[in-house]
């Protein structure tokens, strides 16, 4: 639309450059354009000294100088266009995660709670490929009312993956984590999930790097629904679920988060 509008802007100049100079040499505008394209002035003219003038350049120059300044608008515009369209593209193309438990680790039976394995899948929902390089992540319980301590990602770095660990559309990386030495069966814990006085929560982040070599991190907070036996997303978008870029000179070096305290209190759950 912009392009157009200079377009036009630019041939309304010329035409009104043409006219005024039809005015200075009294010479009809549709004869001025021929005299232009054959550079030969009607004989009855009588400002010889003004065509000559024309046709010695000066107004020409300054004709052009216009034209120059009214193409680089145009090139500077087309420049804001490219550098959207580049800022946009990795935004539609880049890889967005997700991570999906597959299987829950915790089954609320008739005679308690039984603790198993929890495993979940890092999908990816985008366009390109992702190499996921860390991953950081606790299960353990929290007081009910309250959400799980999150894993500081500029204090920790992370478990390293193996080089090569990819995730594409449809083709997920597995986590696991054993959670019978974590809340076990008849232990304090599980009674207490079971009697609703505590809940259980997964929480943490994996990193990785996308087609356009930015570093990022997607943090992620589930905590297990006893109703239906389902963990589901709980927490707010700055410290348990989140996605951003890092500097990859500001990425702590490798290791595991602490265990979190089982009877730490937090803020409320968000």
Request: aromatic fraction near 10%.
């Amino acid at each position: 639309m912009r392009l157009r509008r200079d377009t036009v802007l630019t041939i309304v100049f010329c035409v009104a450059a043409c006219a005024i100079w039809a005015g200075l040499l009294n010479e009809p505008l549709p004869l001025l354009f021929v005299s232009i394209f054959t550079g030969k002035i009607a004989a009855d003219n009588q400002n010889q000294q003004i065509w000559d003038w024309v046709l010695g350049g000066r107004v020409t120059d300054w004709l052009l100088v216009t034209v120059g300044i009214l193409q680089f608008r145009v090139y500077r515009q087309q420049a804001a266009i490219l550098r959207r369209q580049s800022e946009t593209l990795p935004r539609l193309e880049r890889a967005y995660l997700y991570v999906r438990v597959t299987e829950p680790g915790i089954n609320i039976v008739e005679n308690g709670i039984r603790c198993e394995t929890i495993k979940f899948s890092i999908e990816n929902l985008g366009n390109t490929p992702a190499q996921l390089t860390r991953i950081a992540f606790i299960v353990d319980t929290a007081k009910h009312g309250t959400i799980i301590k999150p894993i500081d990602p500029t204090a920790v770095g992370g478990r390293e993956l193996t080089t090569g660990t990819v995730v594409a559309r449809g083709m997920p990386h597995a986590e696991s984590e054993n959670l019978r030495a974590k809340l076990g069966f008849f232990t304090p814990k599980s009674i207490k999930i079971l009697s609703g006085h505590q809940t259980a929560w997964l929480t943490g982040f994996v990193r990785y790097i996308d087609v356009f070599d930015q570093h990022r991190i997607e943090g992620f907070t589930l905590v297990f629904d006893t109703t239906f036996n389902v963990w589901v997303r709980r927490g707010d978008n700055r410290l348990y679920n989140y996605s951003r870029t890092e500097n990859a000179k500001d990425i702590p070096k490798p290791g595991e988060p602490p265990d979190a305290a089982p009877d730490q209190e937090t803020s409320p759950v968000a």
